[in-house]
């Protein structure tokens, strides 16, 4: 399934035969200290930037209405962010993955971000559409 906004990986989600948990993790954009000054013109003209996790959160498909719904929970933590990164955690057929479950998994995602390697994770930007990094 190709998969272009976040109502279809809610879609995906719910439509696999295990049990399956949706992990986000909220990212900024920031400009690094040692940035050249090309590299802050690019920046000021909205490119560029460093990735930088700003909250995460575990969440089963059922427990999602839509896009929306996560963006206003999200506007609860005080953080403005630019781009949400997510990633599915699978479960057996009689038993579906908890929070705690969840836990590891989303710290390696918070880690791989801020080492830029998000290609395994699916981003989405502020209106819930599909983006393709770099």
Known sequence: MDISSFDDLLQAARAQPEPQRL???FA?????DDAT???RERFEAGQGGAL???MCVDKRPDELASFAALVQESGQFGQDWG???AAALSGSVNRAPT???AEQPLQRMVDAI???EHGAYIPFDAQGRAVQIG
């Open 83 to 85: 781009m949400v990164f």
């Open 28 to 32: 900024g954009v920031e400009l690094p």
């Open 52 to 54: 930088v996790p700003l």
């Open 99 to 101: 929070s705690e479950d």
């Open 37 to 39: 000054p090309a590299q």
């Open 114 to 116: 801020k080492r830029g």
């Open 23 to 25: 992990l986000f993790v």
